[in-house]
């Protein structure tokens, strides 16, 4: 299985409540699939313009594959695989962040 999922978490303060849910949720789910090398959430943003024109930065998170049962409790979609750029770990082992986005550029 190959699958990406991805949820739009909103934007700052509007995307805390979501993500603690999500790193809550992880590691039962992590360690009742046997802990997976590859079982992890990653998080990115993105600046958008709101209804009333402002700038706003907004906040996804992007399921592994091997976290798809995961991803589809919170009803994630379907996805490609994300780009590296801006990508960080949200949940998960440590090295899959190098492991998925070898290309990632860091600072």
């Not at 999922?5 to 992590?30: C, N, R, Y």
């Not at 996804?60 to 995961?70: E, K, Q, R």
């Given at each position: 299985?190959?699958?990406?999922?991805?949820?739009?978490?909103?934007?700052?303060v509007?995307?805390?409540?979501?993500?603690?849910?999500?790193?809550?949720?992880?590691m039962?789910?992590?360690?009742?699939?046997?802990?997976?090398?590859?079982?992890?959430?990653?998080?990115?943003?993105?600046?958008?313009?709101?209804?009333?024109?402002?700038?706003?930065?907004?906040?996804?998170?992007?399921?592994?594959?091997?976290?798809?049962?995961?991803?589809?409790?919170?009803?994630?979609?379907?996805?490609?695989?994300?780009?590296?750029?801006?990508?960080?770990?949200?949940?998960?082992?440590?090295?899959?962040?190098?492991?998925?986005?070898?290309?990632?550029?860091?600072?």
């Amino acid at each position: 299985m190959s699958t990406w999922f991805s949820l739009e978490l909103g934007d700052g303060v509007e995307a805390l409540a979501p993500t603690g849910k999500i790193q809550e949720a992880f590691m039962p789910a992590f360690i009742a699939a046997g802990q997976p090398e590859d079982m992890a959430i990653f998080s990115s943003s993105r600046w958008a313009r709101t209804a009333e024109g402002r700038s706003t930065k907004l906040i996804t998170a992007y399921f592994s594959p091997s976290a798809s049962s995961l991803a589809k409790a919170f009803g994630a979609v379907a996805c490609a695989k994300p780009s590296s750029e801006g990508m960080g770990l949200l949940a998960g082992p440590q090295e899959t962040l190098n492991s998925f986005f070898p290309d990632r550029k860091t600072e």
